[in-house]
């Protein structure tokens, strides 16, 4: 699902994507560091993703969940639920 998604952010967003492959587990990482937000979406090939974002004006988390997931439609909509939560 890891190779989809990727494929599916590429035609979809300018995001930067980093694949991370070692012995236990894949993932795939986009990092976000702005003004306003340091925020990471990181989805494993366990079929689990953590979203992830802090607010810089009120150094606090935004949002902080993992989430399980069984299909690439379930990975998309969590980005975008990701997206709308960045400032």
């Known amino acids: 699902m ?5 494929l599916w952010l590429k035609e ?5 994507v980093v694949i991370n492959k ?3 587990s894949d993932s795939l990482v986009i990092d976000i ?3 306003n ?11 689990s ?3 992830e974002i802090i607010d810089i004006d009120n150094d606090g988390y935004i ?9 690439l439609q379930e990975l998309t909509d ?3 639920k990701f997206k709308k939560l960045l400032k």
């Not at 890891?2 to 990727?6: A, P, Q, S, T």
């Not at 937000?37 to 079929?47: L, Q, S, V, Y």
Request: net charge negative.
């Open 2 to 6: 890891l190779l989809e998604f990727e």
């Open 12 to 16: 979809n967003t300018n995001y930067n």
């Open 22 to 24: 070692n012995e236990l």
């Open 33 to 35: 560091d702005d003004d």
């Open 37 to 47: 937000n340091i925020a990471r979406f990181t989805a494993w090939d366990d079929n």
């Open 49 to 51: 993703c953590m979203l």
């Open 63 to 71: 949002i902080n969940e993992r989430y399980d997931i069984s299909n």
């Open 78 to 80: 969590l980005f975008n």
